[in-house]
């Protein structure tokens, strides 16, 4: 049921903080990476390990996500949302707090994977919440606001990571800390009757479940969601910066800066992505991003220069910036009521297969080919995208045509 639906209740204002809510939810789950990112060099010469196994740190921490989103999405469902989402807050922020202080790296990587426990709740549990709350085109809204908060934190936390790691790289988790106010902020400002449970019938619908599934627009979704987090993970940040590396971009500054415009197109271009549906259609929105995923790897094949580079990743964050919120609009439109956290958890692990096969498949390419080849093959997936977009993505009351 959505916020209309609870009698005797301000229930616009009710809405509204539970979308707020959603949104902390996402803020806090990418916080759990980017913030991490900076420290890394210095942290792997401090602790004396390789690249490799301070890379481990991030891995350890989204490895849960992969794993746990399914029952993740059960307990929300049989145990109810607000309760599940603030025991993952307090987890997160505890083990945030206890990395700060651990003496190994085996402890380090260890709490780092508990707290990844926790992590692997936050974006599930956002996007549901979203799902209840918001309805019609209020979902392509809502979506649109999340993944920009993605693209705001995107930049934010890494640039305040910078700066903690002045003083001591370990200070970049006192980052994590937040989940313990947010912990708190949900339980006085989320209000549990908004989301329905299947307490009373004890356990998931499972025909319902697997019914939503199975729908053409919901598979579809999953579809463009595995291709454009490959395109993310396996073109863009893992063989970007090697390909600006080989053009003579040497400085770590400008470098740095690439992954950050990417990241601030994408923030400003999802809150319009809303206006964009209405305008042009569903379906065309999707050609649309795939176009741009398209011209953006086929600048990176073509430049010899920043501003190039720096075009590209503008195209590349504009395309995602559209394109993800749509596909979890469609899914929020689809999620069946009494199972809204196992529905989700497919989506988040659709999410997660695209962020773990993109470097390995694109990686492959490059091993067996070259470093073009890499992004022969993400723009091959751009047009995949577009393809699968035009003959199958939602329902026809959704497409317009081009005006």
């Known amino acids: 049921m959505t916020a209309s639906a609870i009698g005797g209740l301000e229930q616009p204002s009710i809405q509204r903080n539970a979308l707020i809510c959603a949104y902390l939810l996402t803020a806090i789950a990418v916080m759990g990476a980017a913030s991490v990112v900076p420290a890394l060099p ?8 390789s690249p490799t196994q301070a890379a481990w740190v991030i891995g350890f921490f989204i490895a849960p996500a992969v794993v746990l989103t399914p029952l993740i999405g059960f307990i929300a469902d049989k145990f109810g949302l607000k309760p599940t989402v603030i025991c993952s807050l307090l987890i997160y922020g505890i083990c945030a707090g206890a990395c700060i202080f651990a003496s190994s790296f085996t402890m380090l990587i260890s ?16 996007l549901v919440i ?11 809204t809502a979506m649109g606001r999340n993944a920009a908060v993605i693209g705001i934190s995107l930049c934010l936390y890494p640039f305040i990571s910078g700066i903690l790691i002045e003083w001591h790289w370990r200070l970049v988790f006192l980052l994590g800390l937040a ?10 400002q989320l209000d549990q009757r908004l989301f ?14 697997f019914d939503a599934i199975r729908k053409p627009a919901v598979r579809t979704q999953h579809v463009l969601i595995i291709g454009l987090f490959i395109l993310l993970f396996g073109c863009f940040f893992s063989f970007v910066p090697e390909a600006a590396i080989r053009s ?8 740095g800066t690439i992954p950050l415009i990417m990241a601030a197109a994408i923030a400003i271009t999802a809150p319009f992505m809303n206006r964009v549906a209405e305008r042009i259609g569903e379906r065309n929105l999707c050609v649309v991003a795939a176009i741009l995923y398209a011209a953006s790897m086929m600048l990176v094949l073509q430049a010899n220069g920043y501003m190039l580079f720096g075009l590209s990743a503008l195209l590349f964050g504009a395309a995602h910036g559209l394109l993800f919120p749509l596909t979890q609009s469609v899914l929020g439109r689809n999620t069946p009521t009494g199972n809204r956290g ?14 773990t096969a993109g470097p390995f498949l694109i990686g492959l390419v490059v091993t067996l ?17 577009a393809v699968i977009s035009s003959f199958r993505h939602t329902s026809k009351r959704h497409t317009k045509l081009l005006r």
């Not at 070259?370 to 995208?385: E, T």
């Open 130 to 140: 979203i799902a209840s709350v918001a309805t019609g085109s209020e979902i392509r």
């Open 196 to 209: 329905s449970t299947i307490e009373k019938s004890g356990g998931p619908d499972l025909r319902e479940l």
């Open 369 to 385: 080919w070259s470093l073009d080849a890499g992004f022969f093959a993400g723009i091959a997936i751009a047009v995949a995208i």
């Open 42 to 49: 210095i942290m792997g010469n401090d602790l004396g390990i």
């Open 248 to 255: 003579g971009i040497t400085s770590g500054s400008l470098l």
């Open 111 to 126: 709490l780092r994977l508990l707290q990844g426990v926790g992590a692997a709740a936050l974006e599930l549990l956002a």
């Open 179 to 188: 989940a313990l106010p947010a912990a708190a902020f949900l339980h006085t």
């Open 342 to 355: 196992l529905f989700m958890s497919a989506n988040a692990m659709a999410i997660a297969f695209g962020q």
